[in-house]
């Protein structure tokens, strides 16, 4: 098939755009397996660094993983729920559930920053809950739990859920029943894409536990900030290597779920 | 299934929020295992009345609802052993077909054989042999409400409620499934309460029809009794199409512009202005030159309709009379027939109590 030349024009820009988002990746990717960046390649290949930022950080890797899965759980708790409630109520388009949402969105359009120092200010004085990881997780919650919240209200709304409650009720269930044989079955795509969600917004959230850490509640993407600030470039970028091993798959799996979600075939 | 049921209502009245009642207090007798339908135009209150007996809604204080003699007005729904069809299906997309039949079984924790040969039963009165494994998504719109009802039936329920079950479903399928449920209400002898707007589902399903206008009840009668005898100029008009005639009383007829109709009830009160119906199918069209024509007119516009033909025939009046003839012929626009309607088929309201409107 032969294709005009306005194609290949299009075609050459395009990949021009790719290749100036990508080279960085790929140039970090790279500097974390070299052996002196500064000399190039040709200083040979290594998994030195890789190793050094393992026994370095590797605290701050299985930190931040106990962190996302607790938030996960939280948000599961919480944000179900809520996003249940939200939905009975007037099939969740009343104001009250609009102002709600719009208010569960703050933590995310606020500075992290800002968040953190105003958790610091009312929580500092207590010396124990600030110094936990259970401090961190706080502020992980009040940030992914809209990402939560958000997805599983969507499905809630698009699948009749007020109608078919009521055929379960019809034909003997209790609310208890109703909700985990008819609700959360049929919202499962949404809390999976939510789920998803929140356990990648966690593992790589800076902002606000960078305000809220302490040396011993470092988390991975802190780690990294500070491994890039007090250590070579290669140890840095060793670090983003394995960063991206542990958030590349979750990525494929979000947008697998997203896809599955959408191609449900409504009743 | 269960011996049959009767359901009473007493005084129930539905108000939402602060605004108008959704439903003025009404009484309503069910009886055993008859099929009841509500029919009326929407927001009429038949689906508010529906969900008051299933247990969606609860009466407004002084209602009670009773079935036989179980007063069950604070029951919620899942206390009170109904059956429902939803418009939209209602089946429960996470389960199969088998698995949704078996919802309300496996909630009464019935032992999985028996649960299966329960599936095969019902799946075969609906005739849905073999497809207990399918995936909701993968049925056709009537083969969804058959699994809805199946579902509903499964637990045996002491009444069946169905909430415009065939509305979603295209004309040809309609028909079909109509029949079918028609068929199956009769065999079971259950008691059903039947929602439409549709007067043809009406009138095909039910044993007595309830009419319903603006939150109060019409007429309740069997199908003849509310096409043959309509209690009010709304139920005469919601029900199939009718003519009206104005005119003056004389002895024996009415005397309108195009002619006279016959009025028995017209004997002794002569002069007195008047208004009498009858169905577009019981006017004879009959030659002009026979003494037999009672009224003249000229045909405005035919519409043959394959096994029947209907014209708009100009009287004399503000309304075209419309005529149905099963008469193989053809009439055409300006042309004069004479028409005459048998006196038998004349209809006059009862008593004209005053409405503050007419519907046109």
């Known amino acids: 098939m032969k294709h005009s030349l306005r194609f290949y024009l299009q075609l050459t820009f395009t990949l021009l755009v790719c290749a100036f988002l990508i080279v960085p990746v790929v140039l970090s990717v790279l500097a974390g397996v070299t052996e002196n960046f500064f000399v190039g390649l040709s200083s040979g290949f290594t998994l030195r660094w890789v190793a050094q930022v393992w026994d370095t950080y590797q605290m701050t890797i299985w930190r931040s993983i106990a962190i996302a899965l607790a938030c996960l759980v939280v948000t599961l708790l919480v944000g179900v729920p809520l996003a249940y409630m939200l939905a009975r109520h007037q099939g969740g388009n009343s104001r009250l559930a609009r102002v709600f949402e719009e208010l569960l969105m703050m933590p995310v359009a606020v500075p992290g920053l800002a968040t953190a120092l105003a958790l610091i200010m009312a929580y500092g004085q207590y010396r124990a809950f600030r110094g936990s990881l259970l401090f961190i997780l706080v502020g992980h919650v009040l940030f992914t739990l809209p990402f939560m919240v958000r997805p599983v209200l969507a499905v809630m709304q698009s699948s009749q859920l007020a109608v078919l409650e009521e055929a379960a009720a019809s034909l003997g269930a209790g609310a208890r029943q109703r909700f985990f044989g008819v609700v959360i079955p049929n919202a499962a795509s949404g809390i999976l894409a939510g789920a998803l969600m929140v356990v990648t917004l966690s593992i790589g959230e800076f902002n606000i536990t960078w305000m809220l850490h302490t040396p011993l509640t470092m988390t991975l993407p802190v780690g990294l900030a500070d491994a890039y600030a007090s250590m070579r470039l290669e140890v840095g970028s060793a670090y983003t290597l394995i960063f991206l091993l542990m958030i590349v798959p979750l990525l494929v799996a979000m947008q697998w779920a997203t896809q599955t979600s959408r191609t449900r075939v409504r009743l | ?360």
Request: net charge neutral; charged share 25%; glycine share 10%.
């Open chain 2, 1 to 360: 299934m269960n011996s049959s049921l009767s359901i009473k209502l007493r005084q129930c009245a539905k108000t939402f929020g602060s605004g108008a009642p959704a439903l003025e207090p009404i009484d309503l007798e069910i009886h055993p295992g008859e099929t009841l339908v509500l029919l009326g135009p929407s927001g009429c209150g038949k689906t508010t009345t529906l969900r008051l007996i299933a247990g969606l809604e609860f009466p407004d204080a002084g209602g009670r609802v009773l079935f036989g003699d179980d007063d069950v007005t604070d029951l919620p729904i899942e206390k009170r052993g109904v059956g429902m069809v939803f418009q939209n299906y209602a089946l429960f997309p996470n389960m199969t077909v088998g698995e949704n039949i078996a919802y309300g079984l496996k909630i009464r924790k019935m032992p999985a054989a028996e649960r299966a040969a329960r599936i095969d039963t019902l799946l075969e009165m609906v005739h849905l042999q073999g497809l207990g494994h399918r995936r909701i998504d993968q049925l056709s719109g009537g083969q969804k409400q058959r699994v809805a009802l199946a579902r509903a039936l499964a637990v045996e329920p002491r009444v069946l409620l169905l909430d415009e079950p065939l509305t979603a479903l295209d004309a040809k399928l309609r028909e079909t499934l109509r029949a079918d449920l028609n068929q199956l209400l009769r065999k079971l002898g259950i008691t059903a309460i039947y929602v439409t707007h549709d007067q043809g589902e009406a009138m095909a399903l039910g044993d007595r029809i309830v009419v319903m206008e603006r939150g109060k009840i019409a007429q309740i009668g069997t199908p003849q009794d509310i096409y043959y005898r309509p209690a009010s100029e709304f139920v005469a008009d919601f029900i199939g199409t009718m003519n009206r005639v104005s005119g003056v009383t004389r002895v024996g007829h009415l005397q309108i512009p195009a002619g006279i109709v016959p009025l028995a009830t017209a004997n002794g009160k002569a002069d007195q202005q008047a208004t009498a119906m009858f169905r577009p199918e019981d006017v004879e069209i009959v030659p002009l030159d026979t003494a037999g024509a009672e009224m003249f007119g000229d045909v405005m516009s035919t519409f043959f309709m394959g096994d029947r033909t209907r014209l708009l025939v100009d009287v004399g009046a503000d309304m075209p009379m419309i005529v149905e003839t099963r008469r193989r012929g053809v009439w055409h626009a300006g042309e004069r027939i004479g028409l005459r309607v048998p006196e038998h088929a004349v209809m006059q309201l009862p008593v004209q109590h005053f409405s503050g409107e007419t519907r046109s």
